[in-house]
């Protein structure tokens, strides 16, 4: 069974268009993170939401609108999409949010979104 | 504001060598530590972390990394690597401010036969 899946694994679009990445967990978690991972390997966290409210809201575009309709789901919508987004975006859980039980949690990974914009 | 350094974008090795691939970070506040193994094509796994205690710690597929406060490093360490060793690595670093991971750049192992 796979513990996070994403989908669509590979996604590739034209500029300007609006798109949605989705992502499940079946591990019970509270916590679910979205990254993405640059053309040069560079993952740095956009999101986080515990329990579907968001925790976590890094320095990112207001074209990027995460949403969370339960605590199993964490969907990522992008508007207007640009070159600069071509990229692969992860999907992570946790059991609980960081710092709750007094330290990080262990975070689990999806397979990845790769997106390519053209 | 924390960083973490990987000093080695590329580590070549021949199969069944011994490997090192070193992280440093810098951190204000007190740190916990972890490493993640990226497969062709695949997700982050975590191979595994220091959060408190003995300074060496074991992961899993043979991979120990050893905190060194000191020097502000947390190498990653393998006595004999295999081929199925191929794979991008992560080491990143999750402050007690606010235990957000940041990640290194990653360092690509290449286990050549």
């Known amino acids: 069974d796979t513990a996070v899946s994403q989908t669509p694994k590979y996604l590739v679009t034209q500029m300007g268009n609006d798109k949605s990445i989705k992502c499940e967990q079946n591990?019970?978690?509270?916590?679910m993170y979205w990254y993405k991972q640059d053309s040069k390997k560079f993952l740095k966290i956009m999101f986080s939401?515990?329990?579907?409210?968001?925790?976590i809201n890094e320095t990112v575009p207001n074209r990027f609108s995460p949403k969370s309709p339960d605590k199993a789901h964490l969907n990522l919508h992008i508007n207007s999409l640009e070159l600069g987004d071509s990229a692969v975006y992860f999907c992570?859980?946790?059991?609980?949010?960081?710092?709750?039980?007094?330290?990080?949690?262990?975070?689990?990974f999806g397979p990845g979104t790769r997106l390519l914009v053209l | 504001a924390q960083s973490v350094t990987q000093l080695d974008s590329q580590v070549p090795v021949f199969e069944e060598a011994p490997v090192e691939l070193r992280c440093n970070y810098s951190?204000?506040?007190?740190?916990?530590l972890f490493w993640y193994v990226q497969y062709p094509n695949q997700g982050l796994q975590l191979l595994l972390k220091?959060?408190?205690?003995?300074?060496l710690v074991k992961g899993i597929n043979g991979f120990e990394a050893e905190f060194n406060k000191s020097q502000t490093s947390f190498h990653l360490r393998k006595p004999s690597v295999h081929i199925s060793d191929t794979a991008e690595y992560f080491c990143?670093?999750?402050?007690?401010?606010?235990?957000?991971?940041?990640f290194g750049k990653g360092t690509l192992l290449t286990v050549n036969p």
């Open positions: 992570a859980s946790s059991h609980k949010p960081p710092g709750l039980a007094g330290g990080p949690e262990t975070q689990y």
């Open positions: 591990l019970g978690h509270d916590t």
């Open positions: 939401y515990n329990n579907k409210e968001l925790i």
């Open positions: 951190s204000s506040v007190s740190v916990y």
């Open positions: 220091y959060l408190s205690g003995s300074t």
């Open positions: 990143a670093v999750s402050p007690g401010s606010n235990y957000k991971l940041t």
